[in-house]
């Protein structure tokens, strides 16, 4: 699912994580992928979203940004 067909708007590229979770136990398509971090962005308009999270861990209130959308999964980074 990309970005902007989940409530019919674009996101920003920006957000604060609303919740977040660290996988270690995947789905089989995953495996390779572990440890990785799961979060729910929180976007300006109040829509939110569940992404990865890529480089440094990121925690409850922490702003992230877009970094790049694979296989319909959105990639999100802390933002500095």
Request: with cysteine; aromatic share 8%; proline share 6%.
């Given at each position: 699912?990309?970005?902007?067909?989940?409530?019919?708007?674009?996101?920003?590229?920006?957000?604060?994580?609303?919740?977040?979770?660290?996988?270690?136990?995947?789905?089989?398509q995953?495996?390779?992928?572990v440890?990785?971090?799961?979060a729910i962005?929180?976007?300006?308009?109040?829509h939110r979203?569940?992404?990865?999270i890529?480089g440094?861990?990121?925690s409850?209130?922490?702003?992230?940004?877009?970094?790049?959308?694979r296989?319909?999964?959105?990639?999100?980074?802390?933002s500095?």
């Amino acid at each position: 699912m990309r970005c902007d067909d989940t409530w019919g708007g674009r996101v920003t590229g920006r957000g604060i994580v609303y919740t977040e979770s660290m996988v270690h136990s995947p789905t089989p398509q995953f495996a390779g992928d572990v440890p990785y971090q799961l979060a729910i962005v929180e976007f300006p308009d109040g829509h939110r979203l569940t992404v990865r999270i890529e480089g440094e861990r990121a925690s409850i209130g922490d702003p992230v940004e877009l970094v790049e959308e694979r296989a319909g999964v959105s990639f999100f980074r802390k933002s500095v």
